[in-house]
């Protein structure tokens, strides 16, 4: 018999809170809970609930601020 356990390498990680799992990861975009922009996610701490997220798109002058956030404050876009 085969053995069908499989391995999956990614940066960042997962975020299981049932009912309800969302997974985020370095690249992606998402929403703030307090607002309907666009962010990009930069990094992803999973052991401390932290991430660090940048409005997209990127401000053509200066760039956009990265900040961190609470990963309870955000969501997946939709």
């Given at each position: 018999?085969p053995?069908?356990?499989?391995?999956?390498?990614?940066?960042?990680?997962?975020?299981q809170?049932?009912?309800?799992?969302?997974s985020i990861h370095?690249?992606?975009?998402?929403?703030?809970?307090?607002?309907?922009?666009?962010?990009?996610?930069?990094g992803?701490?999973?052991?401390?609930?932290?991430?660090w997220?940048?409005r997209?798109p990127?401000e053509?002058?200066?760039?956009?601020?990265?900040?961190?956030?609470?990963?309870?404050?955000i969501?997946?876009?939709?």
């Amino acid at each position: 018999m085969p053995n069908l356990t499989q391995t999956t390498l990614h940066q960042g990680c997962l975020i299981q809170d049932a009912p309800n799992a969302m997974s985020i990861h370095q690249g992606d975009c998402v929403n703030l809970n307090r607002d309907e922009n666009t962010y990009q996610v930069i990094g992803v701490d999973g052991d401390h609930d932290r991430c660090w997220v940048r409005r997209w798109p990127i401000e053509p002058q200066g760039g956009s601020p990265v900040f961190e956030i609470s990963l309870n404050q955000i969501r997946n876009l939709g």
